[in-house]
């Protein structure tokens, strides 16, 4: 059902505004950074094109697991009193377990291309770095991976993983870069400070280079073939759906599902549905954050970015979704909420897993808890209890990602022991506070 997509397609020529560029950072720890960003990446990320051709080695590797399978999903519409029907896209089929392959594939791809023979990154639950090593393996190139401590210690086999696929993992805070030595353990800044160590490390190395995970605005313009996939399944089915939900990290699989419906509404192809981004509570960038220029990362020595955000000095509480403990979201995201041209909801980790739970129970599958917050923003819409995001024809939810790794999350639900957790708004402020430099919101003004 369905084929995979020749072509990439952006949102960015369909915005009707330029995303406010990035800043020089005003502080830094350490030394400077070279961006050594390949030039066809650099293209995709300021580029007005629309369609770009997806190089034929990438496309080889997407025809092993793609197109990803979309379904209706009557079970779970019935466990939760749906009044509408559900549509479920599932990208955890591939050896990643996530969508985060999507893009990995393309990068070092790209980075091949360009010359560098060593990559690295940091990874909060770990489907990141397995998707980066798995691509590296595929690609011919080294690959070196900073994960967030908590969750290595968490999920020991995505470590196990990551090294069969030829990778060096190191649990962050490692102690190898500076910036790692400057931190309390315990208080260390999940994602943020794993990304900030993958930074210090590739720009002290020769022939490596930093890739970041899923925020950048070329990463979600290689999301798109899952937005891309289901408009073309959906038509197959017959189907519509005035609401498309996906979870946000730093937002490139929501991205992926949802900018290409945007795409086809602005070409008069079918009618704008909702599209509903769903955050961790304990990370509520879209909710309850600001929009302001800020770092990427803990080390503050990258660009600012114009993004939705809690502050990159947010100590983000433990959590079991760790793909959604991050402090922004990517520009383009952002730029789409400030402007009004999508929505955002939060969820707490007790629901994520229940829906999570329901969802294996009727459906046989196993989302990641991160799909989970998807799965809970989606039940609520489609039950009608979520009175901002109302829709009449269908919901199509991203699962972004299996949670075969994350059965101890699962555990501590049916035993009772999940928690959740809710930043004060104090604390929130706090972490805004030294926040300068806000976007004039005023000046996204959508002109299409
Ligand atoms: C399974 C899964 N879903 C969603 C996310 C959120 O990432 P993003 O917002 O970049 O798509 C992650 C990130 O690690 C993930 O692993």
Not at 189 to 205: F, I, P, W
Not at 307 to 326: E, Q
Not at 331 to 357: C, D, F, N, P, Y
Not at 384 to 413: F, I, K, N, P
Request: proline share 5%; with cysteine.
């Amino acid at each position: 059902m369905g084929s995979v997509p020749a072509q990439w397609r952006s949102v960015i020529p369909h915005l009707g505004y330029d995303l406010p560029a990035d800043r020089a950072p005003h502080r830094t720890t350490g030394a400077p950074v070279q961006v050594n960003l390949p030039m066809s990446l650099a293209r995709q990320q300021v580029g007005q094109r629309e369609f770009w051709d997806i190089p034929e080695p990438v496309l080889e590797a997407y025809r092993r697991y793609r197109p990803t399978p979309l379904w209706r999903a009557v079970g779970f519409e019935r466990a939760i009193g749906a009044k509408v029907p559900i549509w479920a896209k599932y990208e955890g089929g591939n050896i990643s377990g996530s969508h985060k392959y999507n893009t990995a594939l393309a990068q070092a791809y790209y980075y091949k291309q360009a010359g560098v023979r060593e990559l690295v990154t940091g990874t909060g639950a770990g489907q990141w770095g397995t998707a980066l090593a798995a691509a590296c393996a595929q690609f011919g190139l080294a690959c070196t991976v900073f994960m967030v401590g908590s969750s290595l210690r968490k999920k020991p086999y995505r470590g196990v993983l990551m090294r069969m696929l030829g990778a060096e993992v190191h649990a962050s805070p490692s102690g190898l870069t500076d910036i790692s030595r400057q931190v309390v353990a315990d208080q260390a800044n999940g994602l943020s400070l794993a990304l900030g160590e993958a930074v210090q490390y590739a720009a002290a190395r020769e022939g490596v280079a930093f890739s970041s995970g899923s925020g950048e605005t070329y990463s979600i313009l290689h999301q798109s073939v899952i937005g891309l996939e289901s408009i073309e399944q959906l038509a197959e089915q017959s189907a519509t759906v005035d609401a498309v939900v996906g979870s946000v990290g730093a937002g490139s699989n929501f991205g992926g599902i949802a900018l290409p419906f945007a795409c086809a509404a602005a070409a008069g192809d079918l009618a704008m549905p909702l599209l509903v981004g769903a955050e961790s509570a304990s990370t509520p960038k879209l909710t309850r954050g600001t929009y302001a220029y800020d770092h990427t990362d803990a080390t503050g020595s990258g660009p600012m970015e114009a993004m939705y955000t809690i502050g990159s000095s947010y100590a983000v509480p433990d959590s079991h979704s760790a793909g959604l403990r991050y402090h922004g979201a990517a520009k383009v995201i952002s730029a789409m909420r400030a402007a009004k041209q999508l929505s955002a909801t939060a969820v707490h980790q007790v629901e994520a897993l229940e829906a999570g739970r329901l969802f294996t129970l009727h459906e046989s599958v196993l989302p990641a808890p991160e799909s989970g917050h998807a799965l809970a923003a989606a039940a609520r819409i489609a039950t009608g209890q979520d009175a901002e995001h109302r829709c009449q024809e269908g919901v199509l939810v991203c699962v972004s990602g299996h949670g075969y790794l994350d059965l101890a999350a699962y555990d501590q639900l049916l035993q009772g022991q999940l928690q959740d957790e809710r930043p004060s708004d104090e604390v929130l402020a706090a972490a805004m506070a030294g926040l300068t430099g806000a976007v004039n919101i005023s000046r996204l003004q959508v002109t299409a």
